[in-house]
């Protein structure tokens, strides 16, 4: 089981916008602002979408948000796109040994 | 641009050790700068993290792996390498090797290779 909790999967049509939560604990999204976002389409390796709650790597549309609450992060997708369809995962720093933990994916299909 | 490219056997054979390299190409391991780390994927999805290790040798491993994993480094040909003893059907997953930019503690994955998946056989 995940340390962190994602929904199995969200959907949308094209041009409406998706939210995934990710929640966790007081030892990790809630204590830290270290809570990444990953899109992982079949066959691909992982990439980066959102770290440290809300910053956008180069390259990455912005239509793609994070932010936190408590301890639970969201990811928004706006303006939903047939490419947005993929697996997303969140993970975050924990002070835990572990030090990075993950969330169990959401699949986002696009309608 | 700099890639990360997993090898090894897709098979291995329980009790046996699992062995991956990954080879980087396009930047240099020791210019410093990154954690690289290794995490897998299991059937169900679930990701997790094994452990990283820096160009010098420093290494860090979860917990929960650290008394069968190993990782190290060959800055010569930019590869660094995984190793799990005495696996088990459990091992079985997608081995993505990734790097983690440098700070404090691994914060996130900039860079994943495309994984590599290992299947152990009883």
């Known amino acids: 089981q995940s340390a962190l909790t994602q929904p199995p999967s969200v959907s949308g049509s094209p041009g409406q916008s998706v939210t995934i939560s990710c929640t966790g604990a007081?030892?990790?999204?809630?204590?830290?602002?270290?809570v990444s976002w990953y899109q992982q389409s079949p066959g691909t390796a992982p990439k980066l979408m959102i770290y440290?709650?809300?910053n956008r790597p180069s390259g990455v549309p912005d239509r793609f948000s994070g932010s936190k609450s408590g301890d639970t992060a969201s990811l928004t997708i706006s303006g939903l796109q047939a490419e947005d369809e993929a697996d997303y995962f969140c993970?975050?720093?924990?002070?835990?040994?572990?030090?990075?933990?993950f969330g169990g994916g959401t699949k986002v299909t696009v309608l | 641009q700099v890639q990360l490219q997993e090898s090894g056997p897709g098979l291995v054979r329980s009790s046996q050790t699992l062995s991956l390299t990954c080879t980087v190409s396009?930047?240099?391991?020791?210019?410093?700068?990154?954690?690289w780390s290794w995490i897998r994927q299991h059937p169900g999805r679930d990701l997790e993290w094994i452990g990283y290790i820096y160009h010098n040798g420093n290494t860090y491993y979860d917990p929960s792996l650290k008394s069968r994993a190993t990782i190290s480094v060959d800055t010569s040909k930019n590869q660094f390498s995984l190793n799990v003893r005495s696996v088990t059907v459990a091992d079985t997953a997608v081995y993505y090797c990734?790097?983690?930019?440098?700070?404090?503690?691994?914060?996130?994955?900039?860079?994943w290779g495309r994984g590599t998946l290992v299947t152990v056989s009883s």
């Open positions: 990734a790097r983690a930019p440098l700070g404090p503690a691994v914060w996130y994955f900039d860079l």
């Open positions: 396009g930047g240099s391991i020791s210019s410093g700068g990154y954690y």
């Open positions: 007081s030892s990790d999204i809630g204590s830290y602002n270290r």
């Open positions: 440290e709650v809300s």
């Open positions: 993970s975050s720093y924990t002070s835990s040994s572990t030090v990075v933990v």
